[in-house]
């Protein structure tokens, strides 16, 4: 068993900057792949970013160039860093890995 948590969720005005931590538990060592996904109200919920133990990154098209992933050396926390954050980047971000999912944390930016 996993259990992933996030933090740093918050308010932002449009254009401004935020970086949300996910802080894994339990059989940290069986975790391949972590990353992040968004969902708004009504919507699917979709691809943020991803990171493989192998450092390898994948992200939506839709944040390229504006957000980073990241994580330290020991795989825990994993970090997505979003600059320049627009309106329609407003959701719950959720910190995944395959078959677990962590709580979520609302991420606004106002314009």
């Known amino acids: 068993q996993v259990q992933l948590v996030e933090s740093g969720g918050g308010l932002v005005q449009a254009g401004g900057s935020l970086r949300l931590s996910c802080a894994a538990s339990g059989d940290i060592f069986s975790i391949r792949v972590m990353g992040w996904y968004r969902q708004v109200l009504g919507k699917q919920r979709e691809l943020v970013a991803t990171i493989t133990n192998g450092g390898s990154t994948n992200y939506a098209d839709s944040v390229k160039g504006r957000f980073t992933i990241s994580r330290d050396s020991a795989k825990n926390p994993v970090y997505l860093q979003m600059n320049d954050l627009k309106p329609e980047d407003t959701a719950v971000y959720y910190c995944?890995?395959?078959?677990?999912w962590g709580r979520g944390t609302l991420v606004t930016a106002s314009s």
């Open positions: 995944y890995s395959p078959n677990y």
